[in-house]
């Protein structure tokens, strides 16, 4: 019942910013990690960031510096603010999260995924 919208993929020249947000609808009692994969034209899907429960981020080697991953529990959201972007950032994005979520027999652990949102990076 749980399901994760995204939005704020674009198209964007090299240099410029863009925000992606993930939101997760319906019954969740807690999430634990969040997180944004990319997946570029011909190449398999790979980590660009990810945030636990208690702010630890980690970021794909190619996107530090540029990438921050945010999370605001109060609106079960994740966001990723992407600068300086290049044509290589180009790809769909899906978030993900790992939560616990509410049930009729009670509690279950998920792991969602997003639609995936574009983000093509002009030269």
């Known amino acids: 019942q749980v399901q994760l919208v995204e939005s704020g993929g674009g198209l964007v020249q090299a240099g410029g910013s863009l925000r992606l947000s993930c939101a997760a609808s319906?019954?969740?009692?807690?999430?634990?990690?969040m997180g944004w994969y990319r997946q570029a034209p011909g190449k398999q899907r790979g980590l660009v960031a990810t945030?636990?429960?208690?702010?630890?981020?980690n970021y794909a080697d190619s996107v530090k510096g540029r990438f921050t991953i945010s999370r605001d529990d109060a609106k079960n959201a994740v966001y990723l603010q992407m600068n300086s972007l290049k044509p290589e950032d180009t790809g769909v994005y899906y978030c993900n999260l790992g939560g616990t979520t509410i049930v009729a027999a009670g509690y279950r652990y998920q792991e969602l995924w997003g639609q995936g949102t574009l983000v093509t990076v002009s030269s």
């Open positions: 319906g019954s969740i009692f807690s999430i634990s990690n």
């Open positions: 945030i636990t429960s208690s702010g630890t981020t």
